[in-house]
């Protein structure tokens, strides 16, 4: 038996994105995997539900809160084996196993960049390769000969914003009314690129593929590259022109995605 702290009457809004809704009447943080088997225990001999909440990016509490246990997850031990094996705990950040795997180069999961939540959560929600799915719908777009789809770091933003860097055929030109169009038909809100950089002369990899490592650290900032950079205005539903004044207003938080 492991020791539990079960505390009584936790607001939960603080551990939710959203920060909404109303206390738990029991609440534990599981650190290791015998203490989540005995929190499920102690709520099943209290005759009380039980739920599991992890990061909280996609979850609402009701006002009225929860009449049970709430376990938060905290398993938090990450390896990766040779051979190409990872054990994640569920409470692990997912952006850590993702940004662990690719600094250590290996590839795979770099698509699934820039989604807020802990690893226990992934297959739970089904959490969908965005990148590939973006990655597709843009290079359904006439004139677009090479994209690579990567998460950029914007202020007061969670997770990473999506940005797409395109190289396009010879005389092909971004039209960002048709593009904002066929992003909103084909994409999920959330999947649809905040950002759009079109490369003049890009730099491959050896297979022709963008460097995406180089493009996610230069960012969307229009001054450090004479790359065209376009970002989503919802506003007026197309992609616009990124200018230095609107850089400015996203790096403020005044815009927002
Ligand atoms: C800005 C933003 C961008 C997003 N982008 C994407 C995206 O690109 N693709 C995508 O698929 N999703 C996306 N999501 C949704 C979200 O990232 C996922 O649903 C994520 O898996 C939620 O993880 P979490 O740890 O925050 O779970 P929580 O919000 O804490 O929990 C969500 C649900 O999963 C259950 N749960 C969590 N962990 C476990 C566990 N270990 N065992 C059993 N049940 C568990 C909870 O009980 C709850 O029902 C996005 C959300 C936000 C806010």
Not at 82 to 106: D, K, L, M
Not at 166 to 173: C, D, F, K, N, R
Request: aromatic share 8%.
């Amino acid at each position: 038996m492991t020791t539990l702290d079960i505390q009584r009457d936790v607001p939960l809004a603080p551990f939710t994105t959203l920060e909404l809704g109303g206390p738990a009447k029991y609440f534990v943080r599981a650190e290791e995997e015998a203490m989540l088997a005995d929190a499920l225990r102690w709520a099943d001999d209290e005759g009380v539900p039980a739920a599991i909440l992890a990061g909280g990016s996609n979850l609402i509490v009701p006002d009225e809160g929860f009449h049970g246990l709430v376990i938060q997850m905290g398993i938090g031990d990450l390896e990766f084996h040779n051979g190409g094996a990872v054990h994640a705990g569920a409470g692990v950040p997912w952006e850590t196993v993702v940004n662990e795997a690719v600094s250590r180069g290996w590839a795979g999961l770099e698509c699934l960049t820039g989604i807020p939540g802990s690893t226990g959560a992934t297959p739970i929600q089904n959490v969908g390769a965005y990148g590939q799915e973006v990655a597709e719908v843009v290079m359904a777009q006439p004139g677009v000969d090479i994209c690579a789809i990567y998460g950029v770091d914007v202020p007061d933003t969670e997770g990473r914003a999506g940005m797409a860097a395109l190289v396009l055929e010879s005389g092909a030109i971004i039209d960002g009314d048709t593009l904002y169009q066929a992003f909103e038909t084909a994409l999920p809100a959330y999947a649809r690129p905040a950002f759009i950089r079109v490369q003049d002369a890009p730099e491959l990899t050896a297979t022709f593929k963008l460097r995406k490592v180089e493009l996610q650290k230069q960012g969307f900032d229009p001054k450090a590259t004479s790359d065209q950079i376009f970002y989503r205005d919802d506003a007026s539903s197309q992609y616009r022109l990124l200018d230095a004044e609107t850089f400015a207003l996203i790096e403020r938080g005044e815009v927002r995605f």
